[in-house]
């Protein structure tokens, strides 16, 4: 019987859709290996959506914090029974692998316990401090930034010991019942544009004025265009700050969907728009993981080459500073209605223009209405990483 395999994917929402594409390359060059996924509580809903995830085990990080927090130093009977009876009830049988791609402590840990071979951040288990060649390059990135153009995705795929996917994959998304009064959009005329009001860090959360200035220009324009406001229901009060401060006169042209869906709606919801806006942000993601082109401003920490909307022919306005002075508006909504004109655009002082791409080595993005100035080294990184990875194989 074939060993079954455990993906470890413990971050947020973004994350888990950037998971998709390892899952793509690991089911191409395993393909009667069966592959599950081991995820938060709160993702498991969509996760349940991946076709090529078997089975989804549900990691209770809330139930793990408080065991961490009444830790005093030794280790209760009671303690380690209700440890025992949590991961007995997550498997029944250990896996053959576990492929780790977090670099958090409950990550590592948890590909310990359930598998009796893990790839990923560490060479050696959880007590070991040796990083994996990836593993080290993800933490350069983080740190430095400079010129690295690997795809967080593709690197995923990297520490799993795998080539990116040939092809972009795309989520299959289910049929899901709507609220009622959401039910109908997508389905009337015009353009739908979804807005994602929020973020998950607050400072890659787009300015309230900002949104409401971008909103006006959109639907001021000739062209008919409907906006859906999304995001999870912290951000109910953003997108009323938002509406407040619309005129009445486009009421009719705006609906609130704010923390009203699942995570499988959501995903219903972004594929029935002709664009998706925001920031740097999990519904971003998820709308490109859907086949939705997608619209994003990248500005504080957010980088579009190591988390730009995965796929082709997406766009992305890239800031030179952690908070921009000005914004791209006009020129944000000219593009949605007519992309063609791309390389015409001018984005103004402070933002550069890029659209997304992908080749053998996966993701890549290119400026619009110029050279990039950089060279193209992701072969070369590959090269190297994967022989640093052989020859540690080969050591240990």
């Known amino acids: 019987m074939t060993s079954r395999a455990l993906i470890i994917q413990l971050a947020r929402l973004g994350d888990l859709v950037q998971s998709l594409p390892v899952l793509a390359a690991l089911a191409t060059r395993y393909p009667s290996r069966p592959l599950d996924l081991l995820c938060p509580v709160p993702l498991a809903p969509l996760a349940g959506c991946f076709s090529l995830v078997d089975k989804v085990l549900e990691w209770n990080g809330a139930q793990w914090h408080a065991w961490a927090d ?6 209760e009977p009671s303690w380690l029974h209700e440890v ?3 991961l007995a009830a997550l498997i029944t049988e250990s896996y053959g692998k576990a492929y780790v791609l977090n670099q958090h402590p409950r990550a590592i840990l948890a590909g310990a316990l359930l598998a009796t071979e893990v790839q990923g951040p560490y060479l050696g288990g959880p007590l070991d401090e040796t990083l994996s060649p990836w593993a080290s390059y993800l933490r350069d990135v983080a740190r430095a930034r400079g010129s690295n153009r690997i795809h967080l995705s593709d690197a995923f795929c990297g520490l799993c010991g795998v080539l990116p996917p040939t092809t972009p994959p795309v989520l299959t ?3 899901n019942d709507l609220p009622a009064d959401l039910a109908d959009v997508g389905t009337l005329t015009g353009q739908w544009v979804a807005v994602v009001v929020g973020a998950g860090d ?3 959360a787009i300015p309230i004025p900002v949104w409401i200035e971008w909103i006006s220009a959109l639907l001021s324009h000739n062209r008919p265009s409907s906006v859906v406001l999304v995001g ?3 951000d109910q009060s953003t997108a009323l700050a938002i509406q407040d401060g619309l005129s009445p006169i486009v009421a009719g042209c705006l609906w609130d969907a704010t923390g009203r869906t699942t995570l499988p709606q959501l995903a219903a919801l972004l594929k029935r728009c002709h664009w998706v806006v925001g920031a740097d ?7 490109a993981a859907v086949g939705t082109p997608v619209m994003g401003f990248y500005f504080s920490r957010a980088r579009i080459h ?3 909307p995965y796929g082709r022919g997406h766009w992305v306005w890239q800031a030179d500073r952690a908070l921009p002075a000005t914004w791209p508006i006009q020129a944000s909504v000219k593009l949605l209605g007519e992309p063609a004109t791309a390389a015409q655009q001018e984005p103004g002082a402070g933002w550069s223009l890029w659209q997304s791409h992908h080749d053998e080595w996966g993701a890549i993005f290119r400026p619009v209405g110029e050279r990039d100035s950089q060279k193209d080294s992701r072969a070369a990184v590959w090269q190297r990483l994967s022989e640093q990875s052989l020859s540690l194989q080969g050591v240990r």
């Not at 009444?70 to 280790?75: A, I, L, N, Q």
């Not at 942000?281 to 709308?287: I, N, Q, S, V």
């Open 70 to 75: 009444s830790f005093t130093g030794g280790f």
């Open 84 to 86: 025992e009876q949590s």
């Open 173 to 175: 998304v289910p049929s």
């Open 202 to 204: 607050a400072d890659r």
């Open 232 to 234: 999870s229901e912290r």
């Open 281 to 287: 942000t999990g519904p971003l993601h998820l709308a």
């Open 306 to 308: 190591e988390t730009g």
